[in-house]
């Protein structure tokens, strides 16, 4: 929290304007204030205009509480307090101190620096607040500065005379050659605001100061670095959310004495994300609240805030020119690849960079971003590789600028090849340790590739096949399986000429997604083809992925022999790639044939070693499938304590991939074993959530059969089978026909259930204990 958070500067000016500020925050007049510290009206009057003496203890502990500040608010306040009284020092030519919001940290790590420095430079793009912190620095740093503080605002016709006379006059010398016999008493402090006006001008100022006045420390403003020896270039970023939101909250109850309704908070969210964190836009933003909501704000400006304007910017000044003001500094060529790297709607790289500007070298990016981000067009935020960002009003002007150079195909389907190639790169560590940490990175970059599937889809199809080939397997842990394979779908049929790479893993992911939402089987000649052109190709890990899931959908059509045969096919190319992980997916799908051909014990076996291999790997996510596995082995195998306790422990971990097709099935799992321990009541709430053709009426027959309907339940039991079979493995198949044969009282209708149950046996399904045990009943 800012200004009056960050207020506990050792002046009593200081101290007045930060009670003046906490007691503006807390909406309160000094009359309310007095009222409820127990104090005289007159002693906050006379305390805020600078007239009292120190405050008494006591007050200061009444003021404190009435204004309900705690830990280093409370700290600030009370150092304020004891240094309150008559200044030593001059505090010349400055604006009072300003209502700074989200400053904290630069104020504090500022003070220390700017005594210790001949000249800091805070750059920052138009609006981003350099000159208010650079008031709030000179203001908390003036006790460093016997001989003063004092400000020159710098303007387009200013030579370097003109503002060395401006130095001399607030520093009450008559002529700039008697500045060193002013200052003669110790170091003062010059603010210059507004360098960027003349840089040349500031910079020959300096060269001046530095020879003359080796005493006078500069704090300097600029939209750009000033470039000379030994200066410090301190760059101002934009707001943190939080701290936009409170500066946005702060500002709308100064113009309408109210503050945001819960119900604006969502719109101003919305807004405050597309406005970014520059805190020019936000003030503009909260001005126009005086006459309209933050949803009709909202509805307004969402999608122009370039267009806001206001008391806050000089007479006819748009957001749109403040940031102009910024772009226009840069040379043609550094614009124009400014308008390229607009084209990310996220973080971003510096290789990124590199690909987006490949006509440049890699020592050339490096300089354009140095200078971007010196100028506040770039930010960077974070130590990690994509720690590179632009706020999105300065993406919007270049957006426009795009239009306006011709440039929107060029540069989006260049956008669209950069993120197609990263999407690449990234697909193979879509599964073992590495998977959650290249989930989060692809959830990040979503904007992007959305706009970039979005206009390769128009333009550049082959492209959009790539990209949706390449995110197949995160669109399915994001519960976007089925758009996406009607997206494939649409794509493939749109690229007939297609290499065969291309195509065969295409088909893949189509088949993929598809098993991954209960509909493998329909898609089961896309997996052979998807397989018949892998063994064309040169490349060892298409082909095992190819394998395995052709093995995996032909066991649940019920081919064992042939999944059987695919699956130690399988095995020995895993084994060949000598890749561990490989070898447990492979051994896990092994582990299911066995549970489908009812070998429960053969199958546990084979799972506990997959377990141990995952736990070896550090494979969390595979380690939650094999126990949501080991939970429905126990459950098939008559031990639903079990099968509840490891369901929903695989539950848990599953929840942190997202993956809502697993997600369901165990959920299916966890809700049959409650039934099956007489739980119902704690089984239906789970309902609603299973939406799986199938699973939802077998865990809704459950639930009948469990509070005693048979009749009811023998039709759920039958529409589940109908619902499964063509969809699912036979193993579910079989289970929902036993259940149909058990509980049906109609003789005629129970034999109908037995003779498809049987047909399902003879397609290698061995009915288990528990099954048998039911038949017979």
């Known amino acids: 929290m800012s200004t009056p958070d960050q207020d506990g500067g050792t002046t009593g000016a200081g101290f007045a304007a930060l009670l003046r500020g906490y007691r503006r925050s807390a909406g309160l007049t000094q009359a309310e204030l007095a009222e409820r510290a127990g104090v005289g009206e007159r002693t906050v009057r006379d305390i805020e205009s600078g007239r009292a003496r120190r405050p008494q203890r006591g007050t200061v502990v009444l003021l404190v509480d009435a204004l309900r500040l705690t830990g280093n608010a409370r700290t600030r306040f009370e150092a304020a307090a004891r240094a309150f009284g008559p200044s030593a020092v001059d505090i010349l030519a400055l604006p009072p101190l300003p209502d700074l919001v989200g400053r904290d940290g630069d104020i504090d790590e500022l003070v220390r620096l700017v005594p210790a420095s001949d000249a800091v430079v805070l750059a920052g793009l138009a609006g981003v607040g350099k000159t208010g912190l650079a008031v709030a620095v000179a203001h908390h740093a003036a006790g460093h500065f016997p001989s003063g503080v004092a400000g020159v605002p710098v303007s387009d016709v200013h030579r370097d005379t003109d503002i060395l006379a401006a130095v001399a006059a607030v520093f009450g010398v008559g002529l700039a050659g008697e500045l060193p016999e002013r200052l003669g008493a110790g170091p003062a402090l010059l603010v210059l605001d507004g360098a960027d006006q003349q840089p040349e001008a500031v910079a020959a100022v300096l060269r001046w100061t530095r020879a003359y006045t080796p005493d006078l420390r500069l704090?300097?403003?600029?939209?750009?670095?000033?470039?000379?020896?030994?200066?410090?270039?301190?760059?101002?970023?934009?707001?943190?959310?939080?701290?936009?939101?409170?500066?946005?909250?702060?500002?709308?109850?100064?113009?309408?004495?109210?503050?945001?309704?819960?119900?604006?908070?969502?719109?101003?969210?919305?807004?405050?994300?597309?406005?970014?964190?520059?805190?020019l836009a936000i003030e503009l933003a909260a001005a126009r609240c005086r006459v309209l909501t933050v949803e009709q704000l909202l509805a307004r400006y969402g999608d122009r805030v370039l267009d806001l304007t206001g008391a806050g910017a000089r007479a006819g000044e748009t957001l749109r020119d403040a940031v102009a003001a910024s772009y226009r500094l840069l040379?043609?060529?550094?614009?124009?690849?400014?308008?390229?790297?607009?084209?990310?709607?996220?973080?971003?790289?510096?290789?990124?960079?590199?690909?987006?500007?490949?006509?440049?070298?890699?020592?050339?990016?490096?300089?354009?971003?140095?200078?971007?981000?010196?100028?506040?067009?770039?930010?960077?935020r974070g130590t990690g590789a994509w720690r590179f960002r632009m706020l999105a009003v300065v993406r919007e002007y270049a957006a426009e600028a795009t239009v306006e150079a011709?440039?929107?195909?060029?540069?989006?389907?260049?956008?669209?090849?950069?993120?197609?190639?990263?999407?690449?790169?990234?697909a193979p560590t879509l599964d073992g340790a590495a998977m959650r940490a290249t989930i989060g990175m692809l959830d990040q970059l979503a904007p992007d590739l959305r706009a970039a599937?979005?206009?390769?889809?128009?333009?550049?199809?082959?492209?959009?096949?790539?990209?949706?080939?390449?995110t197949a397997r995160w669109a399915r842990f994001r519960g976007r399986d089925w758009e996406t394979r009607v997206l494939l779908r649409e794509l493939l049929a749109a690229c007939p000429q297609v290499g065969p790479a291309v195509r065969a893993r295409a088909l893949h992911a189509v088949a993929l997604l598809a098993h991954s939402h209960g509909d493998g089987i329909s898609e089961l000649a896309a997996a052979r083809q998807a397989h018949e052109l892998s063994r064309t190709l040169d490349d060892p890990r298409l082909r095992l992925d190819t394998t395995h899931l052709l093995a995996t959908l032909l066991l649940a059509a019920g081919e064992h022999k042939a999944s059987a045969a695919l699956t130690e096919e399988a095995l020995a190319l895993a084994r060949g790639g000598a890749r561990e992980r490989d070898v447990a997916v492979v051994r896990r799908l092994a582990a299911t044939q066995a549970m489908v051909a009812g070998d429960?014990?053969?199958?546990?076996?084979?799972?506990?070693?997959?377990?141990?291999?995952?736990?070896?790997?550090?494979?969390?996510?595979?380690?939650?499938?094999?126990?949501?596995?080991?939970?429905?082995?126990?459950?098939?195998?008559?031990?639903?304590?079990?099968?509840?306790?490891?369901?929903?422990?695989?539950?848990?971990?599953?929840?942190?991939?997202?993956?809502?097709?697993?997600?369901?099935?165990?959920?299916?799992?966890?809700?049959?074993?409650?039934?099956?321990?007489?739980?119902?009541?704690?089984?239906?709430?789970?309902?609603?959530?299973?939406?799986?053709?199938?699973?939802?009426?077998?865990?809704?027959?459950?639930?009948?059969?469990?509070r005693g309907d048979t009749a009811n339940a023998a039709k759920l039991f039958g529409a589940a089978a109908d619902a499964l079979v063509g969809r699912r493995d036979l193993r579910e198949v079989c289970e929902a026909l036993v259940g149909a044969v058990s509980c049906c009282p109609d003789e005629r209708q129970r034999e109908v259930y037995r003779a498809e149950l049987d047909r399902v046996v003879a397609r290698g399904v061995a009915l288990l204990p528990r099954e048998q045990d039911l038949l017979v009943r």
């Open 406 to 426: 011709g440039e929107p195909a060029q540069v989006a389907e260049r956008h669209a090849r950069v993120l197609t190639t990263f999407a690449e790169e990234m």
């Open 600 to 706: 429960l014990p053969n199958a546990h076996r084979r799972l506990a070693t997959v377990a141990r291999m995952a736990v070896g790997l550090g494979d969390e996510r595979l380690a939650a499938l094999v126990t949501a596995q080991l939970a429905e082995c126990a459950r098939l195998d008559g031990r639903p304590s079990d099968a509840l306790e490891l369901g929903r422990r695989a539950a848990l971990r599953l929840a942190e991939y997202g993956d809502p097709g697993q997600r369901v099935r165990v959920a299916a799992t966890v809700a049959m074993a409650l039934t099956e321990l007489g739980r119902p009541d704690e089984a239906e709430p789970m309902l609603p959530a299973i939406g799986c053709p199938g699973l939802h009426p077998l865990l809704a027959a459950y639930l009948a059969w469990g």
């Open 453 to 470: 599937l979005e206009h390769a889809r128009r333009a550049a199809p082959e492209t959009a096949l790539r990209l949706a080939t390449a």
């Open 331 to 380: 040379e043609p060529g550094d614009r124009a690849a400014l308008r390229r790297l607009a084209s990310m709607r996220s973080r971003w790289s510096v290789e990124v960079a590199e690909a987006l500007l490949e006509e440049r070298s890699a020592g050339q990016v490096e300089a354009l971003l140095d200078r971007l981000v010196g100028l506040g067009l770039v930010h960077v």
């Open 219 to 279: 704090l300097v403003t600029s939209r750009r670095p000033i470039d000379l020896p030994g200066m410090v270039v301190w760059p101002v970023p934009p707001l943190s959310a939080p701290s936009a939101l409170e500066l946005f909250e702060r500002r709308v109850r100064q113009v309408r004495s109210e503050p945001l309704e819960p119900a604006e908070r969502a719109a101003a969210d919305s807004l405050l994300r597309r406005i970014g964190g520059l805190p």
